[in-house]
């Protein structure tokens, strides 16, 4: 270490931490700014700033069909949250378990979904399910937002499944138990803080969801499809409101997440006795 | 004293796409016995171990237990608890649910595993840690929750996948003991696999030598420390000094040799099938049993001038490494007692000799 | 004991298997044949019928469209590249455990704020009575119009693309042995030179993958174009979505679509080409 602290000068690395400080402002200057506004009375945002006021929020809260979407979100969040895991953690377990023929293929179908442009997905969920006659449907932002979740499951679950020592598998059936009984009594519980993990993170990603909702969902918006109407009409600080409400509900999930991803992760067996 | 068989295994074959990993093996293990399984990574000894858990399942032959053919019985329906090289405790349960598992697995009932699994934890003196988590546990302390978690169903054969490979020395030595009076008392048949000599053969009463998946030595530690039975044990076992040559005589009770480096004698031998004439064989010498003198000793017959090339010394002992003219190398073992007024700076030269009666012939060359 | 097809095996891979191929798999294959299709009297028909593709290859303002997304796209990635190394390289070697640790947690968490709501509060400093332009009157500057410019769909793609670049070339950072630098800096490599010798190609393939996520994001966004750029010059995006939503013109938007997943199938194998040619080379991984 010695020669790198030689090496190091103090300009530079003050310079590069600045410069770590201005990126991070960047990305969350419209965060902030969101939160900021929507507490501000004025009709229209900018500075000086005015009265902190709840005006928007009782404006939001007023407004029925943004609780309708909330009702939808919410719920769809929720399913898609836990089929998305069962799928996810399917796919994470062959794939740790299982070699076979045609699996880069299998998991390529498992983990690609998310790299395709929401707008092509939006697109071709909406021609498809419409043809089958399942769109403009809650039912149709759930069979998308599967899609699209179940990858974020699997990387989660299987990250997880990646620490757990390989022969704690053969242990438990070696100590009598079935492959259904070994599942349930040792790779549950050891995957669980990544299952959890996976549940509200897919969660968070279906709140947000909005581009592929708004093609298929039909009058069964969500939130951020409500957002978008906003969007497109004229500017209302509604926005920030809404916004800040979904923030603080993602990020409780994302932090739920984040503590049992890592808080509860059993220790490594670096043991050196 | 021979002992019932408790699992045979009869011209075992196990592939692995084209890989042979276990060639044509038979032999049996009996009941009561301390077996250890030897080899280099590779030779096949672990694919034999999980074969008889039922983790793997042979591809040709047959494996009985109890005279049962087991073959395509799946681990959980047998009672062959292993206990793994990563030891594998589950770490989401404490040690005694650790220890309850297999019980909770066959349906025993809640007070009854318990029961079972504090009077094991006891055996094993950890009982006092048994509300502990994994973690919380050394080294030590977690082999005997693996031992305890295999034996609380009271098999007849325990598994043990170089369980010991993890530790420290020290440690290692004790845990042997442990290992060796627990076999003892409980009169289980261990199956130890390991690549180590010294665990091998200071806890086993017979040891299987493996080499590419072929069985090179079935014998107790004394027989095949004395009496290799092919070059590639002597080699393994390093102890010996190997000699090979053509047979210049022959009989049922001796061997002459000539090598490059001259004529090497076998007296006093009882040789079922002695080498033809004109063949080439194999003799062997132990390294604590070659001799060394500045002056070629007046009446011996095996003696080689040799030159020190190296010498190690290990507490009481000394290894001196020397090389004949033609470059076969010779290892002596002595005390240091032994080596006192010898001249072992490299370079020097002295004369190695053995009593013909300590040569061996090595089986298969 | 491994037998491959088992009820208990299938129980777990077989879910995920169905419903990617009848939700993902095969709506993408409908997409092609409904490039087919024809529109006639607002109602869509199967058919077997190249016109939809001749039509928009046909059309300039599809060309123009193509050239704008393509080359707003190309260059998101190279500025989101410049712009994150600096910061992902500092996060990488002069932060603590610690502080490291939170500087990835937070850049985690606008993956899980609105980018709607951001793009939003992006028109609140953008626009003509913005906080920016508020902030440039106070010391005698502007106002300028910065809302529905392509400065301002960059800013855009900024924000949906910089904290993943981050992200991605922070991770292929950390990885790089520090001994390598230490034994550059041994043999006399300055420690610009070290960035460029030592660092960035053993880093090689995650800045790549950086660089065509951010692409990949920003090919397919709509939002920015629409309400930070004005919609002004069109982007493909814009024009899959208003020909869905306003015209009816599935096929054609189908087109469309089918166009970007082939130019980013290819730029993504050009890429990932590119980023493993060098592994020889400089990189460990």
């Known amino acids: 270490m010695n020669s790198e602290q030689i090496n190091r000068s103090r300009t530079v690395d003050w310079t590069l931490r600045a410069y770590i400080v201005l990126a991070y402002v960047f990305v969350f200057a419209p965060i902030a700014a969101s939160f900021v506004f929507s507490l501000n009375s004025d009709r229209f945002p900018s500075i000086p700033l005015g009265s902190v006021s709840l005006d928007w929020y009782r404006a939001v809260a007023a407004d029925p069909l943004v609780w309708q979407g909330l009702g939808n979100t919410l719920m769809i969040g929720l399913i898609v949250g836990v089929v998305s895991t069962f799928l996810g953690f399917g796919a994470a377990y062959t794939d740790y378990r299982y070699h076979f023929f045609g699996k880069q293929a299998y998991l390529a179908l498992a983990l690609l979904p998310p790299t395709i442009p929401v707008i092509i997905m939006g697109l071709a969920m909406l021609a498809f399910l419409s043809r089958v006659d399942l769109s403009g449907r809650a039912i149709s932002v759930i069979i998308s937002h599967v899609v699209i979740c179940a990858p974020f499951a699997m990387a989660i679950i299987r990250l997880r499944l990646s620490q757990m020592d390989p022969a704690l598998e053969p242990a438990a059936w070696n100590l009598g138990a079935s492959e259904w009984a070994t599942m349930w009594h040792v790779i549950v519980p050891f995957t669980k803080p990544a299952i959890f993990g996976a549940l509200f993170i897919t969660m968070a990603v279906s709140f947000d969801e909005f581009a592929i909702a708004w093609f298929v969902s039909g009058l069964n918006e969500t939130l951020p499809v409500k957002v978008l109407g906003f969007l497109q009409g004229q500017v209302s600080p509604r926005i920030n409101a809404i916004g800040t409400f979904v923030f603080v509900i993602s990020m409780t999930l994302v932090i739920v997440a984040q503590v049992l991803l890592s808080g509860r992760a059993a220790p490594k067996s670096d043991e050196k006795e | 004293m021979q002992r019932d068989t408790l699992v045979s295994i009869e011209g075992v074959i196990k592939r692995f796409g084209s890989f042979t990993a276990v060639r044509k093996m038979d032999f049996e293990i009996r009941k009561g016995e301390f077996l250890a399984i030897m080899g280099s990574s590779g030779c096949g000894k672990t694919t034999t171990l999980r074969m008889l858990a039922g983790l793997e399942a042979p591809t040709e032959g047959v494996i009985r237990l109890s005279g049962k053919p087991i073959n395509h019985l799946p681990t959980w329906q047998r009672d062959t608890p292993m206990v793994w090289q990563s030891l594998a405790l589950f770490p989401f349960l404490n040690v005694r649910e650790n220890v309850e598992f297999a019980l909770k697995m066959r349906g025993v009932g809640k007070a009854e595993r318990r029961r079972r699994a504090e009077q094991w934890l006891d055996r094993m003196q950890i009982l006092e840690f048994s509300e502990r988590n994994i973690a919380q546990l050394s080294g030590g302390q977690r082999q005997r929750v693996a031992l305890a978690r295999s034996l609380v169903v009271e098999p007849e054969i325990l598994l043990l996948d170089e369980p010991l490979s993890a530790l420290d020395a020290a440690l290692k030595v004790r845990m042997q003991s442990v290992l060796k009076n627990l076999q003892r008392e409980t009169g289980i048949t261990f199956v130890y696999v390991t690549h180590s000599q010294s665990e091998a053969f200071s806890m086993a009463d017979r040891v299987v030598i493996m080499s590419r998946g072929v069985i090179e030595q079935i014998g107790?530690?004394?027989?095949?420390?004395?009496?290799?039975?092919?070059?590639?044990?002597?080699?393994?076992?390093?102890?010996s000094n190997i000699f090979t040559g053509k047979v210049l005589a022959a009989s049922d009770s001796g061997v002459q040799l000539e090598t490059a480096d001259g004529p090497i004698v076998l007296k006093g031998a009882r040789l079922a099938q002695p080498p033809r004439q004109g063949a080439t064989a194999t003799l062997t010498v132990l390294d604590t049993k070659t001799h060394l003198s500045m002056t070629p000793p007046p009446d011996a017959t095996n003696v080689l001038p040799v030159r020190v090339i190296g010498e190690e010394f290990?507490?009481?002992?000394?290894?001196?490494?020397?090389?004949?003219?033609?470059?076969?190398?010779?290892?002596?073992?002595?005390?240091?007692?032994?080596?006192?007024?010898?001249?072992?700076?490299?370079?020097?030269t002295l004369y190695a000799h053995w009593a013909p009666t300590d040569s061996h012939l090595v089986a298969e060359a | 004991m491994r037998r491959p097809i088992s009820l208990y095996g299938l129980t777990f891979s077989l879910p995920l298997l169905v419903w990617q191929l009848l939700f993902f798999v095969f709506p993408l294959v409908f997409l092609v044949a409904l490039?087919?299709?024809?529109v006639k009297n607002f109602t869509i028909r199967p058919d077997f019928n190249p016109v939809n593709w001749v039509t928009m290859f046909g059309k300039p303002v599809f060309w123009q469209a193509y050239g704008t997304t393509f080359g707003l796209a190309a260059a998101a990635s190279v500025l989101a590249s410049v712009v994150a190394f600096p910061c992902s390289y500092a996060i990488a070697f002069k932060l603590s455990d610690s502080a490291r640790r939170m500087a990835v947690f937070l850049m985690v968490i606008p993956f899980f704020t609105s980018y709607l709501v951001r793009v939003y509060s992006w028109q609140i400093f953008l626009s003509d009575a913005g906080i920016v332009n508020v902030m440039l009157g106070a010391v005698g500057l502007g106002p300028y119009p910065m809302l529905n410019t392509v400065g301002a769909t960059m800013v855009g793609y900024m924000t949906l693309a910089l904290p993943l670049v981050i992200l991605l070339q922070l991770f292929s950072l950390v990885f790089i042995d520090r001994t390598l630098i230490e034994a550059a800096h041994n043999m006399r490599c300055g420690r610009i030179r070290t960035v460029f010798e030592v660092v960035i190609p053993s880093a090689r393939v995650g800045l790549v993958i950086a660089a065509l996520f951010c692409f990949i994001l920003t090919f397919g966004d709509f939002v920015s174009p629409v309400y930070l750029g004005g919609g002004d010059p069109t982007t493909l995006s814009i024009l899959i979505t208003d020909t869905t939503k306003s015209g009816q013109q599935w096929p054609r938007a189908a087109v469309i679509a089918l166009t970007m997943i082939a130019t980013l199938l290819v730029v993504a194998f050009l890429s990932v080409r590119f980023a493993y040619a060098g592994q020889a080379k400089g990189s460990r991984t």
Do not use: M, N
């Open chain 3, 35 to 38: 490039s087919f299709w024809t």
């Open chain 2, 314 to 348: 290990v507490g009481a002992t000394a290894t001196i490494y020397l090389e004949t003219p033609r470059g076969q190398e010779i290892r002596v073992q002595k005390g240091h007692e032994d080596l006192v007024g010898l001249p072992l700076d490299i370079g020097e």
């Open chain 2, 220 to 239: 107790t530690p004394q027989e095949i420390y004395g009496a290799p039975r092919t070059r590639f044990v002597a080699d393994f076992l390093g102890s």
